[in-house]
């Protein structure tokens, strides 16, 4: 018995002369248990018809590993003692008792994940980094509804503010940790490796964060406002007064939505300048979308881009991208090459620079790129059409529609941009592509919670754009302050990630900048035009009750 050219089993078989075997036959020998259930198997398989062809292969030195892990934990400690700081610094002693839940995020999250028994790869710690940001949000919606409520009817106490403040913004949050569920989902389904455990800790990162903030938060804040010191002192609770920059906004009130046709035009300005990027310079797709070997070296003596270029094309490859990175190491990303032909690309580059060490090589064919490359597409084109139906169901198709043009807004956006700076776009940036859809809808889902909120029910010599504009101007404090603690991790990340994070944080601190100026800025001056045409009712979809000594009221 011969498999793929080996023999396996030789045993006597006894037959009449001329005869065969029919049926079953015995094979017998001094075999253990474990040697004739695995010669069974082998059996049973057979010879493998075709040739067995690597599509992908993936070698990373011990010490880029340790190194890029260590930067993630540290900017992961960094990124969440700055939001916590932060979140202190805004909201006082609530603040400072959300930041101490906060702390509970990272063992829930790790203990998510043993029992998942997932492992954790690069992005994936990038995916818990990034949900740290995220976890600020619902506090933060939170305790401006509680700061809203409290100055409508100071007489009700801080406790009976801050739980109607959890209870008015439960709507909000469940809709945007929905929307990056959904994201975080399409990322494990259509993605591949690391990108599939970047959807795995995103997911458990944000359900990790959602603990932390509506359970762990709400009771350390209701417990510590209900004392009889804190109490007497609104102003030291942190949800005594509205801030000063709702203060502000509410003395200027700007009409935002009287020049939406501005806004509208400068975000097609943008779409034009993104998308003449990508026309005219393309884009750079990585090894993962177009196939080919990527090698990476530590080299003893610095050598710069240029050098090394011309090294590696005097051996023979003049068509290889090289590129020197700011830790002084030699990254080369040609087509598909043997071993032999990436010994002489390291020889050569190592003869250059006095010696050179292989860090990363990295090797996918052609045909796994293609593949990669068509499930990149179709996952953003799914996850812009689950999310329109999802907002949709929940508050009127128009919504739904304007959310989704100003999601691709802004990943056309932030595309454009990796083209003119010539950024690689492949599997990371993916991730930060569909994480961007996550975290505009985020936003977009809090301004239109508030419109619905100001709509249904309204007067009617109240227009909706007037509405509209007052919502917007209404949570602009929540964006801020929700906007600046993300911005807190993803800038540690972009400074002590390293090279195999600095773009993906890059890409989502874009995201996260035009994401906010689309949601008041793109989506909602949309949603007021689509309301001249097919307006949204102004009674709501399922009656709505007070509890006893709720007022009601919506500063």
Not at 170 to 186: C, G, P, R, Y
Not at 455 to 460: A, E, L, N, T, Y
Request: with cysteine.
């Amino acid at each position: 018995m011969v498999l793929d050219g080996e023999i396996i089993s030789s045993p006597s078989v006894n037959v009449p002369c001329g005869g065969s075997i029919r049926d079953t036959t015995d094979i017998t020998g001094s075999f253990t248990l474990t040697e004739a259930k695995d010669l069974s198997v082998l059996i049973e398989g057979g010879a493998l018809p075709l040739p067995v062809e690597v599509i992908e292969q993936r070698v990373v030195g011990p010490t880029l590993g340790k190194a890029a892990i260590d930067a993630s934990w540290q900017a992961g400690l960094i990124g969440l003692l700055l939001t916590g700081l932060f979140i202190a610094g805004v909201y006082w002693f609530v603040g400072l008792l959300a930041a101490l839940a906060l702390t509970s995020y990272a063992l829930l999250a790790y203990a998510m994940l043993v029992g998942l028994g997932s492992t954790l790869t690069l992005p994936g710690l990038a995916g818990f980094v990034l949900a740290i940001g995220l976890a600020i949000d619902a506090n933060v919606l939170v305790f401006e509804r509680a700061r809203e409520e409290y100055a409508a009817n100071p007489s009700a106490g801080l406790r009976r503010a801050l739980t109607i403040g959890f209870n008015k913004a439960w709507s909000a949050i469940i809709d945007s940790n929905v929307t990056t569920l959904l994201a975080a989902a399409l990322l494990f389904i259509l993605g591949s490796g690391p990108i599939k455990g970047f959807g795995v800790t995103l997911s458990i990162g944000v359900v990790a964060s959602m603990i932390s903030a509506l359970v762990i938060a709400r009771v350390l804040t209701e417990i510590g406002v209900s004392n009889r010191w804190v109490e007497q002192r609104p102003g030291f609770s942190g949800i005594g007064s509205v801030g000063r920059v709702r203060l502000w906004l509410e003395r200027r009130d700007p009409d935002l939505m009287s020049r939406r046709a501005l806004w509208l035009a400068v975000s097609g300005a943008a779409l034009v300048f993104a998308v003449s990027g990508i026309v005219s310079q393309g884009l750079n797709l990585g090894v993962e979308f177009t196939g080919g070997r990527v090698l990476e070296y530590s080299t003893t003596t610095p050598i710069s881009a240029d050098r090394a270029r011309e090294v590696v094309s005097e051996v023979g490859y003049p068509e290889a991208t090289v590129q020197e990175s700011d830790d002084d190491k030699i990254t080369v990303r040609t087509g598909q090459i043997s071993d032999d032909e990436a010994i002489k690309i390291e020889t050569a580059i190592g003869d250059a620079a006095g010696g050179a060490t292989k860090e990363r090589d990295e090797k996918i064919g052609a045909s796994l790129g293609t593949e990669l490359r068509d499930k990149a597409l179709i996952a953003l084109g799914i996850a812009l059409l689950v999310q329109m139906v999802y907002l949709a169901f929940r508050f009127k198709w128009t919504f739904g529609v304007a959310a989704v043009l100003a999601m691709f807004h802004d990943v056309v956006i932030v595309t454009g941009v990796f083209a003119w700076l010539g950024k690689p776009i492949d599997g990371i940036f993916l991730a930060a592509a569909l994480t961007i859809v996550g975290l505009s809808v985020n936003d977009t889902v809090v301004v239109f919670d508030r419109v619905r909120e100001r709509w249904q029910g309204s007067r009617p010599e109240q227009t909706f754009n007037r509405l509209a504009n007052k919502a917007a101007v209404e949570t602009m404090p929540r964006t801020v302050n929700t906007g600046l603690g993300a911005m807190f991790i993803l800038a540690a990340l972009a400074v002590l990630g390293g090279d195999s994070l600095r773009d993906f944080a890059i890409a989502l601190l874009l995201g996260l900048i035009i994401g906010t100026y689309s949601s008041v800025f793109t989506a909602t001056p949309l949603v007021t035009y689509f309301q001249e045409r097919w307006p949204m009712s102004r009674a709501a979809k399922v009656p709505r009750t007070s509890e006893p000594r709720d007022s009601g009221a919506v500063i």
